[in-house]
């Protein structure tokens, strides 16, 4: 009976909580913990993780077990808990509430864990489990994200003197991850040490031992990170520890350290090593990370480029060593190769990684400044080519013909050596350069290095003044790198590559075709120019761009902007000297020009912002009224903003905003003829761009009939994968900003799921911002509610309010050629919704 407190009737009910109930519950929750820790993935080019709890499908995949400690934990207190005046007679009672506590947890059933911690902890007071019930309360505050409590609670056991000796280690640990949390290394690192110290187990001693050494590297004390990762070699731990802390201790390397020979022929050796071989690129990485502190920049270098081509299974080390690259050749600066490498990077760092949105922001802006700098290096290259003798030109083309010869040879000999064995991913170190169609052979520029290096054989070392004014030049070798792999032709074929006019179709011979090579490259000087100022800050690089417009192209209309960016520069690095005579030959050469008057008066600059801000607000009015489908007001409004704003530096803007609504209420060929005004009168602007896109999407549809729309059927298919789709307005400006906003999100609450975010065109008027992908509706779904219930991060796409919703796999395509939204939102709303 549990109703009487005896000797025998306490014997029998903690002998049978114990050995039916409480063990077997133990003996579970420990297979489950061994099962996390078997299932995680080290990653040791980041901080560890003291505690590894397992993610959210980790704990899916945990409810069966966890549900089985509940059960039997549940029965022991429900048949043997001896609970007389409010006194708890069977001791075992306690420690099943904290069972049932753990398993809610790693169930991440976080509130209701926290519920039977705090019972525990109220319940028991004079128990050594009341400790225990603090610490778990304190693991889960931390994942609930309220640091506040968790501190408190912590703060309390460190201070409490009655904490069993085989729990402080924990505590430790536990205190050591909640400062690791809030980036106090310093402290977590103090709280650690207390932790190893009352650790017993070997492998969690060196793990942890490891962890510290981490912690002081990140803190930039080499000292103490090379004695810690020291120490965990000497500890002889498993071979996965062991190889990483003999890295580790390479990446802390001190210059002007004893050991620092020690370190350089421990990796060499271990290069040599065969069980080391799909750990060289790590190796090689360290290496470099070496030689860049030895200032030995061409040997980091070369160690990187051995690290990407000797990756086997580890991509993110691969995506690190292309990062390191490109850093390298930003900070340079080398953009076109900077630009490739961050390019690489992107293939292979995981995007819920800390420099993922870092690398790609810095991708995109080198993106639009390398299109440029090639342009400008190829019309350079073109241009040299064209000012060659006809005799000249031939040999080098002749030189270049027998080049292309070798390569098709060696290629050859490649392709059948490749067929020959298992390597398959030969080149790993050459970045993407550009995305050239290899539609012309001086795209190559190992072939026009060669080309290059004959012409000067020939006709010696010719000054190209053009090509090397800029400091971030190249050779006419390297503006542009062929991409694709060439078709090797059959014996009976004659390679185009092999003939001069493949060469000479691209020259500008004639003077026409020269003025528009001229054209080209002025104006890639200056969006170049403009990019490194704005965007970069790359003043001396920006300099030297606009000189040469100012130089070369005084008659240009690039001509006076150019001066004018160049006196914005001297101005904002206080070189009043170099402002004054800008602003001299401003003033002096062109007094009436709008740079003149807003350099002498001020005001005017104001008035000037005051009246692109009118033009910015009046066009943001447009905008509504077009997204509230008033299609006849938008484009009154877009009409009478070329009388109202003389100077409109958004008219671009306004004429593609109404051609779209002209798109909204007239017949399509009215449409087409307003999308082709865009285009011809705001060249190479982002909306004639846009408008191009539309209407090669509109030659693409097929025009049929009005109102003839077949009948779509929708099949609910909620086992298969699934996508979250957004329709946003093409005019919509902020299309992309949405985009980041929920990658970000992706990131933050889904980075388990590696999301991707992608963007295309439905119809003529909008496109679909798209997240793939979900295993099953049942994921998707739950992406879904989390999507719309997050009114912070979410906020300025949701108010919006574009329609969202799921779609599987197999409805996607038939949504797609519908392109009826309202009637899949109606499909979606009582197949996937009615159910919630």
């Known amino acids: 009976s549990t109703k009487k407190a ?320 490109a850093d390298y050749y930003f900070d340079k600066p080398d953009y076109i190769l900077a630009e490739a490498y961050y390019d690489s990077t992107l293939q292979f760092l995981p995007k819920d990684h800390k420099s993922y949105l870092t690398v790609y922001d810095k991708h995109e802006g080198l993106k639009d400044l390398v299109e440029n700098l090639k342009i400008v290096q190829y019309e350079d290259s073109m241009l040299t080519l064209a000012q060659m003798s006809e005799s000249e030109r031939d040999k080098l083309i002749q030189a270049l013909i027998e080049k292309a010869q070798e390569e098709e040879e060696r290629k050859k000999e490649q392709l059948e050596a490749m067929q020959n064995s298992d390597i398959t991913n030969s080149n790993t170190n050459t970045p993407n350069i550009n995305n050239s169609n290899g539609e012309w052979y001086f795209y190559n520029p190992t072939t026009m290095a060669f080309g290059v290096n004959e012409f000067k054989k020939i006709w010696g070392n010719r000054k190209l003044e053009d090509d090397w004014r800029r400091s971030n030049k190249q050779s006419l070798a390297e503006f542009i790198e062929e991409n694709d792999i060439d078709t090797l032709e059959s014996d009976t074929t004659v390679n185009p590559k092999f003939t001069p006019e493949y060469y000479l179709k691209n020259i500008p011979l004639s003077q026409e075709k020269q003025m528009q090579a001229h054209a080209k490259k002025v104006e890639a000087l200056y969006n170049a120019a403009t990019i490194m100022k704005e965007h970069f800050e790359d003043y001396d690089n920006a300099i030297a761009n606009y000189n040469e417009i100012i130089n070369n192209y005084d008659t240009s209309f690039y001509f006076l902007p150019s001066l004018y960016a160049e006196y914005r520069i001297y101005l904002a690095q206080e070189d009043d000297k170099n402002a004054e005579r800008i602003k001299r030959i401003i003033l002096d050469k062109y007094p009436d020009s709008e740079y003149a008057r807003i350099i002498s008066d001020p005001v005017y600059m104001k008035l000037a912002r005051e009246e692109r801000k009118k033009a910015e607000d009046y066009y943001e009015r447009a905008y509504d009224l077009y997204k509230k489908h008033y299609y006849n007001k938008v484009i009154l409004r877009c009409e009478k903003s070329k009388s109202i704003f003389a100077e409109n530096h958004i008219q671009d803007k306004f004429d593609l905003l109404k051609a779209l609504a002209i798109g909204e209420t007239a017949p399509r060929d009215t449409f087409k003829v307003a999308l082709e005004y865009v285009i011809q009168q705001h060249p190479n602007t982002e909306s004639a761009k846009k408008a191009q896109e539309i209407l090669n999407l509109l030659k693409k549809e097929k025009s049929g009939p009005p109102g003839d729309f077949p009948t779509v059927e929708y099949s609910p298919d909620k086992d298969i994968p699934h996508y979250f789709v957004m329709v946003v307005p093409i005019a919509d400006k902020k299309k992309n900003q949405y985009k980041s906003i929920i990658s970000d999100f992706n990131i933050k609450y889904f980075p388990e799921s590696k999301l991707k975010v992608e963007s295309m065109f439905i119809d003529a008027k909008n496109e679909l911002i798209t997240v793939k992908e979900f295993p099953t509706a049942a994921e998707a779904i739950n992406y879904y509610r989390t999507f719309k219930l997050n009114k912070k991060e979410l906020s300025e796409v949701l108010q919006k309010s574009y329609p969202y919703f799921i779609i599987s796999t197999s409805n996607f395509p038939k949504y797609y050629k519908d392109k009826n939204t309202s009637l899949y939102l109606n499909f979606f709303q009582s197949t996937y919704l009615k159910e919630q």
């Open 6 to 325: 005896g000797f025998t009737h306490r014997l029998y009910h903690n002998t049978t909580s114990r050995y039916n109930g409480w063990f077997n519950a133990k003996e579970i929750l420990k297979e489950s913990q061994e099962k996390i820790w078997a299932e995680h993935q080290e990653d040791y080019s980041e901080l560890l993780p003291i505690f590894v709890y397992g993610d959210e499908e980790t704990a899916k995949n945990l409810y069966p077990d966890m549900d089985k400690i509940i059960d039997k934990c549940s029965n022991v207190i429900e048949f043997h808990s001896i609970n007389i005046r409010k006194k708890e007679y069977n001791k075992w009672i306690d420690n099943c509430y904290l069972l049932i506590g753990k398993a809610r947890f790693y169930k991440q059933e976080y509130f209701r864990a926290l519920e039977i911690f705090k019972y525990v902890a109220k319940a028991f007071p004079a128990r050594p489990e009341y400790y225990e019930a603090l610490l778990w309360q304190v693991k889960t505050y931390m994942a609930l994200g309220d640091m506040q409590k968790a501190e408190k609670l912590l703060e309390k056991l460190e201070k409490a003197r009655e904490v069993p000796e085989d729990l402080r280690a924990e505590i430790f640990a536990q205190i050591a991850d909640f400062y690791i949390k809030k980036a106090d290394y310093p402290l977590a690192a103090h709280y650690l040490t207390k932790a190893i110290t009352h650790t017993k187990n070997k492998d969690k001693r060196s793990r942890l031992t490891y962890i510290l050494a981490q912690l002081y590297l990140k803190q930039s004390d080499y000292k103490n990170a090379s004695h810690y990762f020291s120490q965990v070699i000497k500890m002889k731990p498993p071979y996965e520890l062991y190889f990483n802390a003999q890295i580790s201790r390479a990446l802390a390397y001190d210059v002007n350290s004893k050991n620092k020979d020690e370190v350089k022929k421990m990796l060499e050796k271990m290069l040599k090593d065969d069980k080391n071989i799909e750990y060289r690129d790590q190796i090689y990485y360290a290496l470099a990370d070496i030689a860049f502190k030895e200032w030995k920049d061409d040997l980091a270098v070369d160690y990187l480029k051995k690290s990407v081509a000797s990756s086997v299974k580890n991509t993110k080390q691969k995506a690190l060593s292309y990062m390191r690259l």
